[in-house]
């Protein structure tokens, strides 16, 4: 294997190379995304973007996986799991899609996932927790992708603190996810030239719960807390506002900018939010990498207490911050 250098580098120059040719491709086909009420863009911006971060990690997955003795299960069931994801997320940017049947091919692929995680660690606890894991964050990178910079530089964070909490491939799969993200942000931050689409949300939701379930079945069960950690921001965001839309019998499926993320980005602008959430994040990336020789009972303590204080967070800025 190359220094870590040199495939982050590397793979962040594929991915602002294949950027640069999906805006251009956007632009010819008008895959354009249109100002709106429930959006928070004032201009119309050509989407697909993620489709460089998709090419990038799927063929450094695939690379990655034939240089292994034995295949392991889960590789079989992340990466065609990350193409389906990708591909009907790819397919929606084209021609908007029935959210439901979205919906389906995202549970096929979590279900792929789950296979392969019960299958390599020889529990239905892993498959489970995998299944709800890539439903989860798929759904959540795609509600969070609003603003100029956030779902990537969020993705990015996280992958580099899986890095640091696996080894072998994955660890190499973590860095290229973080090389992708880095390669499409100029791009997409502080102006945005294109969006990642559904294709690119989608898949970093889908890549981050490989990740996570990765390090679940490999690593330490007193680090399980910390898998948590760099996903904090998008949770509490997501989480919050999707159950307080379920509660107000809202369909919260739909479209609209009732996140604190876009009531932020409406009063103070889209590169001040991103920021903040940047540091938030990269304040959970400090903790994770303190904790790491931690045992279960400091790693959960710093896990609730980073969640504990992010839920505060949420509450007094939605407070201030709404309109």
């Known amino acids: 294997m190359p220094s870590a250098y040199v495939w982050v580098g590397g ?8 950027t640069w040719m999906a805006r251009h491709y956007a632009l010819r086909g008008n895959l354009m995304d249109q100002p709106g009420e429930r959006r928070s863009h004032t201009v119309a911006t050509p989407r697909g973007g993620g489709i460089a971060i998709v090419l990038v990690v799927a063929c450094a997955g695939v690379y ?17 799991g990350l193409l389906l994801v990708a591909g009907i997320g790819w397919w929606d940017d084209h021609r908007p899609l029935s959210p439901w049947l979205r919906l389906g091919v995202q549970a ?84 945005a030239r294109i969006f990642l689409g559904d294709v690119g949300s989608g898949a970093l939701g889908f890549a981050l719960a490989g990740l996570a379930v990765a390090a679940w079945v490999t690593r330490p069960s007193s680090q399980a807390p910390l898998l948590l950690l760099p996903l904090c921001a998008f949770l509490i965001d997501a989480g919050f506002t999707l159950s307080g839309r379920m509660l107000r019998g809202e369909r919260w499926w739909t479209p609209h900018v009732g996140h604190l993320y876009q009531m932020g980005a409406r009063r103070w602008g889209h590169t001040l939010i991103t920021v903040i ?14 904790a790491l020789q931690a045992g279960l009972a400091v790693t959960a303590s710093v896990t609730i207490m980073v969640f504990g204080t992010g839920a505060a967070l949420w509450f007094l800025l939605r407070r201030g911050w709404r309109d």
């Not at 793979?11 to 294949?18: E, S, Y």
């Not at 990015?156 to 973080?178: N, R, S, T, V």
């Open 11 to 18: 793979l962040a120059v594929a991915a602002a190379v294949a």
């Open 64 to 80: 990655l996986m034939t240089r292994q003795a034995s295949v392991d299960a889960l590789w079989l069931g992340f990466l065609p």
């Open 108 to 191: 096929v692929a979590a279900t792929m996932l789950a296979a392969g995680a019960g299958w390599q660690s020889g529990h239905w606890l892993p498959a489970l927790l995998a299944f709800a894991a890539a439903m989860a964050l798929v759904n959540v990178w795609n509600f969070m992708d609003g603003i100029n910079g956030l779902a990537a530089s969020q993705a990015a964070l996280a992958a580099l603190a899986y890095a640091g909490l696996l080894d072998g491939g994955w660890q190499w799969l973590a860095l290229a996810l973080l090389a992708g993200c880095l390669g499409f942000l100029p791009f997409n931050f502080p102006k």
């Open 277 to 290: 959430y940047m540091a938030f994040g990269g304040i959970s990336l400090l903790l994770s990498c303190a």
